[in-house]
C-alpha cells in the first residue's frame, strides 16, 4: 500500500524513492511485523486465556509430561502470525502483483481451516478437531486456484515447468499435471508443518529459517541480472514475495517471544498450516519445490516419521519408533524438550544452507 501510494510521489519528494527499493521494504516489513507481534501479544494471549479456559486439548496418548506441564496453554496464537504477517505485507509490498496475492490467499485461507481445526478443539473438548477429510478438501480446493492463479500469470515458457537443483537447464514440463503438482506441494507442506509443531518453539524457527532462505531465493530469482548470473530461472515479479517473506519471519520473531519454553500461547492450526502453506506456495512460484523438501528437510523428516509408523503398525503390527511424529519419539527416549528443540534448529540451519548452496552449485 506504501510503495502504490508513495513510490509514484518520487519526483516530487525524492526520499519516497526508497520505496523502489525491495530490500527497504522488506526491512519495514520486518520491523512492522515484528513491533506488531509485540504489541497485539499480550492482548492477544489474554483474551485466548480468557475464553479457552482451560487452554488446548491434550492428548491423552501423548508424551505423560505434556499433560502436566502443556495443560492449561491457550492455542490459536496464529492468528498472530497471521495478523501481524498480512499487515505489514498489505503496507509495504507492491499491492499490484499477483504472487503476492497467491501467497496471501493461501496463507489466510489455510489459516482459516487451522482457526476452525482450532475452535472445534477447544469448544469440544477433544483433540480431533476439524474432520480430516474436510480439512483437505478445504487445503486442495484454496491450493487448486492459487496454483492456476500462479501459473495464468508466470511466463508461458516456465509455466508448468519443474525445474531441478544442481541442475542449470534440466526442466520437466509437467503440463496439465503442474496444477496437481503445486497443489500437493502446498498441502503437503502445510500438514509437513503442523506435524511439526509440537514443542515449545520447535516448528516455529524452522519456519523463520525456511522463510529467510527463501526471502534470498525470491530476491534473486526476481532479480534479472542476478538470476542470470547463477544460472537460475528467472521468474518476474517474484522478487516481491521477498516484502511477504520479511513480515513473516519478523511475526516469527514476535510469536517465539511468547512461544518460547515454557509457552505462553501455542500457534496451533492456525498458524502450523497457514505458514507451511506459504512456503508451499512461494517454492511453486519460484520453481523450487524440490529445493524447499531439501530447505525444510526437518519438515519431511516429521511427516516421513509418521508415515513409517503408520504403515509399519498397519503391515506388521509393530512400531518403528516409541512415538510419531519424530520429536515424540526423542522425548520417549528421555531427551528434555529444551534438547530436542534447539537439535531440530541446528538441523534446519545446516538443510537451509544446503538448500542455498543449489543455487551456485550448477
Known amino acids: 500500500m506504501l510503495y502504490n501510494l508513495l513510490y509514484p510521489l518520487a519526483d516530487?519528494?525524492?526520499?519516497?524513492?526508497l520505496f523502489r527499493y525491495i530490500t527497504f521494504r522488506t526491512g519495514g516489513a520486518v520491523f512492522t511485523s515484528l513491533v506488531l507481534a509485540f504489541v497485539l501479544g499480550p492482548?492477544?494471549?489474554?483474551?485466548?486465556?480468557?475464553?479457552?479456559?482451560?487452554?488446548?486439548?491434550?492428548?491423552?496418548?501423548?508424551?505423560?509430561s505434556h499433560l502436566l506441564t502443556k495443560k492449561g496453554t491457550p492455542t490459536m496464537g496464529g492468528l498472530l502470525l497471521l495478523i501481524s504477517t498480512s499487515i505489514a505485507t498489505l503496507l509495504w509490498a507492491d499491492l499490484k502483483n499477483p504472487y503476492v496475492w497467491a501467497v496471501l490467499l493461501v496463507t489466510i485461507g489455510y489459516g482459516f481451516l487451522g482457526f476452525m481445526d482450532d475452535f472445534l478443539k477447544v469448544s469440544k473438548r477433544n483433540s480431533k478437531g476439524l474432520p480430516g477429510k474436510a480439512k483437505l478438501v478445504g487445503q486442495f480446493s484454496i491450493a487448486a486456484i492459487a496454483a492456476w492463479w500462479i501459473s495464468y500469470n508466470t511466463d508461458p515458457a516456465l509455466a508448468?515447468?519443474?525445474?531441478?537443483?544442481?541442475?542449470?537447464?534440466?526442466?520437466?514440463?509437467l503440463g496439465?499435471?503442474?496444477?496437481?503438482?503445486a497443489m500437493f506441494v502446498m498441502v503437503g507442506a502445510s500438514n509437513a508443518v503442523n506435524l511439526t509443531d509440537g514443542l515449545d518453539g520447535l516448528a516455529i524457527v524452522p519456519v523463520m529459517i525456511a522463510a529467510a532462505s527463501f526471502a534470498l531465493i525470491t530476491y534473486l530469482i526476481g532479480n534479472i541480472q542476478f538470476a542470470d548470473y547463477l544460472?537460475?530461472?528467472?521468474?518476474?515479479?517474484?522478487?516481491?514475495?521477498?516484502?511477504?517473506?520479511?513480515?513473516?519471519?519478523?511475526?516469527?520473531?514476535?510469536?517465539?517471544?511468547?512461544?518460547?519454553?515454557p509457552a505462553m500461547v501455542f500457534m496451533g492450526d492456525t498458524g502450523s498450516l497457514a505458514l507451511g502453506g506459504a512456503l508451499g506456495a512461494v517454492a511453486v512460484v519460484t520453481k523450487h519445490e524440490l529445493v524447499l523438501a531439501i530447505i525444510g528437510g526437518l519438515f519431511v523428516l516429521e511427516t516421513?516419521?509418521?508415515?513409517?509408523?503408520?504403515?509399519?503398525?498397519?503391515?506388521?503390527g509393530k512400531r518403528v519408533f516409541r512415538m510419531a511424529p519424530l520429536h515424540h519419539h526423542f522425548e520417549k527416549k528421555g531427551w528434555h524438550e529444551p534438547t530436542i528443540v534447539i537439535r531440530f534448529w541446528i538441523i534446519s540451519v545446516i538443510l537451509a544452507l544446503?538448500?542455498?548452496?543449489?543455487?551456485k552449485l550448477r
Not at 496439465?176 to 503438482?181: I, L, N, R, S, T
Not at 544446503?354 to 543455487?359: C, N
Open 12 to 17: 516530487q519528494f525524492p526520499l519516497f524513492n
Open 43 to 64: 492482548w492477544l494471549i489474554d483474551m485466548l486465556r480468557t475464553r479457552q479456559n482451560e487452554g488446548q486439548p491434550i492428548r491423552e496418548d501423548g508424551p505423560e
Open 160 to 173: 508448468t515447468q519443474l525445474a531441478f537443483p544442481f541442475f542449470k537447464n534440466l526442466l520437466l514440463d
Open 176 to 181: 496439465w499435471f503442474f496444477v496437481p503438482f
Open 231 to 261: 544460472q537460475v530461472h528467472y521468474i518476474a515479479g517474484s522478487g516481491e514475495l521477498t516484502v511477504l517473506l520479511g513480515a513473516l519471519v519478523g511475526a516469527g520473531l514476535g510469536f517465539l517471544w511468547f512461544n518460547a519454553p
Open 304 to 316: 516421513v516419521s509418521v508415515i513409517i509408523q503408520v504403515g509399519s503398525f498397519k503391515l506388521t
Open 354 to 359: 544446503i538448500g542455498l548452496a543449489t543455487l
